[in-house]
């Protein structure tokens, strides 16, 4: 486990809005994998798939920003 993981874990139990963006986060990379596993898609799942990774990459980078606060803070 890198310490980055457990960072995580320890600010989700800390922290309510950053548990609910961790979950939002793993929703997100879920579903992109079963639209990975699939093999071909259709022009609506592509156009999901791209929205799912942008929506991902923008809870990443709010969880990377309260992360970074809360580092601050200790």
């Known amino acids: 486990m890198s310490s980055t993981w457990d960072s995580r874990q320890e600010l989700a139990r800390q ?17 992109i994998a079963a639209l990975r ?4 898609l259709t022009t609506e799942e592509e156009l999901e798939e791209k929205r799912l990774k942008k929506e991902k ?18």
């Open 15 to 31: 922290d309510p809005e950053f548990a609910r963006l961790l979950q939002e986060h793993q929703n997100r990379e879920r579903r």
């Open 37 to 40: 596993a699939k093999g071909w």
């Open 57 to 74: 990459l923008r809870y990443k980078d709010q969880m990377e920003a309260r992360l970074r606060k809360h580092s601050a803070q200790v």
